[in-house]
């Protein structure tokens, strides 16, 4: 048994099938996750036949609602919206959480409530840049699986350090945080912003924990990813902001004379919207 699989044996309870589909997703091979922002870019990703779950962006999230990332939002709001793209499709979706707010438990059962199968914690303490401590960084990853077992749902926990993007970038608290996550109850580990040069001394420091990588300029092929050993890559809010680029460039290019490029059909969209 994996000790992703492992990580079940708490839980006494009926669990949903996406849910143990999720948990599966992590065991072996590689998860490539799409990150939605609302409820039509969920349904236009899902329907991707190589798409099997769907993450959700907190930045993008957030942007719709008129605000930036860094909890800036009302936890009941991110939730709410994480709810929005759950109803909207038939694939586990895992909530991007942010930091999980002031309530770190409260937050996690609300997510479940909605039906999530899985959630991202960070450990920024927002609304600041810098990061929690260590041991509270871990506690709150603790509090978020104690909300899972009191629900009797076995979600994937992906516990995420921002020490490569806001921290400063050092590899050994890097690692150690990671661990730190886990051992306190992480079913998946997260490090956006780690040097790809980094990840095969990280991915053997990690002695097989999975790990989620953020995909951007640069990366290696997911080929490579995946005969690395990494086990999920994630979009973070790279296609909203791909997406929202489009629009932009294209009213540029009618403002300046140019007939806006095809996107996507006025069918297609009705199509999608119709389910």
């Known amino acids: 048994m994996s000790a992703a699989a492992d990580r079940c044996t708490a839980y006494g309870g009926a669990m949903s099938d996406k849910v143990i589909k999720f ?3 992590h065991e072996s091979g590689l998860l490539v996750l799409p990150c939605a922002w609302d409820l039509p870019s969920a349904r236009l990703l899902a329907a991707l036949p190589e798409v099997s779950a769907i993450g959700t962006s907190s930045a993008a999230v957030a ?10 939002v009302r936890a009941e709001a991110m939730i709410e919206a994480v709810g929005a793209v759950v109803r909207a499709v038939d694939l586990p979706v ?18 479940i409530e ?6 991202n914690l960070e450990d920024t303490a927002h609304p600041s840049t810098d990061l929690h401590g260590a041991e509270q960084a871990a506690d709150r990853v603790a509090q978020a699986r104690r909300a899972a077992e009191d629900a009797g749902v076995p979600i994937v926990i992906n516990a995420r350090t921002d020490t490569w993007w806001s921290g400063g970038g050092d590899h050994a608290e890097g690692v150690d945080r990671l661990l730190r996550y886990w051992d306190a109850g992480a079913s998946c580990l997260f490090a956006p912003g780690l040097p790809w040069q980094e990840l095969p001394s990280v991915l053997r420091e990690l002695g ?3 790990l989620n990588v953020l995909a951007g300029p640069g990366m290696p092929s997911l080929a490579e990813l995946a005969a690395a050993g990494v086990r999920r890559v994630s979009t973070g809010s790279g296609l909203a902001r791909v997406a929202w680029d489009a629009a932009r460039q294209a009213m540029s290019g009618l403002l300046a004379g140019t007939a806006p490029a095809t996107g996507l059909s006025y069918e297609e969209l009705s199509r999608v919207m119709a389910r």
């Open 114 to 119: 909605v039906g999530v199968a899985g959630v």
């Open 208 to 210: 097989g924990a999975p």
């Open 63 to 72: 942007a719709v609602l008129g605000a930036a990332d860094g909890q800036l």
């Open 94 to 111: 895992s909530a991007d959480l942010e930091g999980g707010y002031e309530d770190v438990y409260g937050t996690v059962r609300a997510a």
């Open 23 to 25: 948990r599966h997703m």
